[in-house]
């Protein structure tokens, strides 16, 4: 290798780097085999931050701006005095960017069911979801406990420890919880600032600011939730006795469209009467609402439905020979 080549590829004067596409948090400057120029010019933009690695340590951090770097490695000396290791300097640094913009729309949820001690069901097992946003706050931290010496550090490698700090917080919070499943909704919001508040440190100690967290949905797994609606729906009936003469009410129309002959037209009717009376002296106060006896010896009228004493031949409301 000729002396002007070497130079060329061993000195860097401008170190600087823009995000190729969405989803990078942490990013290596490439220098393979290359040294860094005394005197070379780092540039960081609006949504970065720098690290300057020396010697394996971190030797300083930037923020957005434009700096020269000065290092006591010189590569053109240090090089020279070392022909017998092929011009490769013992002395190795790196720059790593950091992107601090805000991670937005990170999904979280509940893989399974949390079961908690609710006061008024019990013990229950709840799902819930949202999303949260973050950044890099602290860009040493997040080197030497999270990203390390990688080319490139990606969200994905990152989204299950998040996610997995967030559910447990969740578990946390809700087995403490002195509210009832029902009130749950309507205090949704303050729970969400209360999980917030709650992951903040494990986020810190990552070297990132936790700074929105929503709790979109709080439910049942899909068995409970039927269970509850029933419930539900037993509450809005209210009375289950009126329930009951309703929906005997309600069939009275069904009985008497029977189409399947005279003779069951006929005791359709009369069996549809025998309940509407019974209705209506069920709703009449102080009058029993007691079910007339429907024996194989009742009979009842095939023209009107009326009912009709067992051995007559003739209905005593209509005439009609039987």
């Not at 030797?59 to 434009?66: E, Q, R």
């Not at 009375?239 to 399947?260: K, M, R, V």
Request: charged share 15%.
């Amino acid at each position: 290798m000729a002396f002007k080549q070497f130079v060329a590829k061993q000195l860097i004067a401008v170190i600087q780097w823009n995000e190729p596409e969405d989803g990078i948090l942490a990013y290596r400057f490439p220098m393979r085999d290359m040294e860094i120029q005394n005197g070379a010019q780092l540039t960081v933009r609006e949504s970065q931050m720098a690290v300057f690695v020396n010697e394996g340590k971190i030797a300083d951090v930037f923020g957005p701006g434009l700096y020269t770097l000065n290092t006591h490695n010189l590569p053109v000396l240090t090089d020279l005095n070392n022909w017998d290791k092929g011009f490769e300097s013992p002395f190795k640094s790196d720059v790593y960017f950091f992107v601090t913009r805000l991670q937005i729309n990170q999904k979280w949820g509940t893989s399974t069911s949390i079961t908690i001690r609710d006061r008024e069901f019990g013990a229950i097992a709840l799902r819930c979801y949202g999303i949260y946003s973050y950044r890099i706050s602290d860009p040493r931290t997040f080197f030497t406990q999270v990203s390390g010496t990688l080319g490139t550090y990606e969200i994905s490698e990152l989204e299950g420890q998040l996610r997995a700090m967030i559910v447990g917080c969740v578990t946390d919070v809700f087995a403490n919880s002195t509210l009832p499943f029902l009130d749950l909704a309507a205090n949704q919001s303050a729970l969400g600032g209360k999980l917030k508040q709650q992951a903040k440190p494990a986020f810190a100690a990552l070297g990132l600011e936790l700074n929105q967290f929503v709790l979109e949905n709080i439910s049942l797994p899909d068995d409970l939730q039927d269970l509850l609606n029933q419930r539900i729906g037993m509450g809005m009936v209210g009375d289950l006795g009126h329930y009951t003469q309703f929906a005997a009410a309600e069939s009275l129309p069904i009985a008497a469209a029977n189409t399947s002959g005279a003779a069951d037209m006929g005791i359709g009717l009369g069996a549809g009467a025998a309940v509407g009376q019974v209705l209506m002296g069920s709703l009449r106060p102080g009058t029993p609402a007691a079910l007339p006896s429907l024996t194989a010896e009742a009979r009842f009228c095939t023209q009107c439905g009326k009912s009709i004493p067992p051995d007559a031949r003739f209905c005593p409301q209509c005439g009609r020979q039987q």
